[in-house]
C-alpha cells in the first residue's frame, strides 16, 4: 500500500500563487494514476485535476482549467498541483489521492488519499 502526505498550502493573496506537493511512499509511486480534490466548509469534495501513471495525459475541473497545472516526478515519488492566478473560491483543504487503475473524477475511484492541506486565498 502506498501513503501520502500533502503540503506546501498556506495562506496567499488572490492573484497570487502557491504549489502543493504529494510525497509518497510505501509502494512505487509510478503504478498509480494521481487526482487531486479540494473540499470548503459545507461543500462537497470537488474534483480539481488527475493525471495518468506515466504523467502524459491530465485532466482538469472546467473551474481552475487554465489556471492550475498538475505534474508528477515518479524518479521522486511526488506529485505536484500548481495554482496560478488564484482566486478567494479556491479557498479550501486540498487532497491528493491514488488509484492503482483507471481514476476520473469520482474520488470513489480512488483507494488512498493524503490528510489534506489548508489553501486560503485572501481578497
Known amino acids: 500500500q502506498v501513503q501520502l502526505v500533502e503540503s506546501g498550502g498556506g495562506l496567499v493573496q488572490a492573484g497570487g500563487s502557491l504549489r502543493l506537493s504529494c510525497a509518497a511512499s510505501g509502494r512505487t509511486f509510478s503504478n498509480y494514476a494521481m487526482g487531486w480534490f479540494r473540499q470548503a466548509p459545507g461543500k462537497e469534495r470537488e474534483f480539481v485535476g488527475c493525471?495518468?501513471?506515466?504523467?502524459?495525459?491530465?485532466y482538469y475541473a472546467g473551474s481552475v482549467r487554465g489556471r492550475f497545472t498538475i505534474s508528477r516526478d515518479n524518479g521522486k515519488n511526488a506529485g505536484y498541483l500548481q495554482m496560478n492566478t488564484l482566486k478567494p473560491e479556491d479557498t479550501a483543504v486540498y487532497y491528493c489521492?491514488?488509484?492503482?487503475?483507471?481514476?476520473?473524477?469520482?474520488?470513489?475511484?480512488?483507494?488512498?488519499w493524503g490528510q489534506g492541506t489548508q489553501v486560503t486565498v485572501s481578497s
Open positions: 489521492a491514488v488509484s492503482s487503475g483507471y481514476a476520473y473524477t469520482n474520488p470513489n475511484d480512488y483507494h488512498t
Open positions: 493525471i495518468s501513471m506515466s504523467g502524459v495525459r491530465t
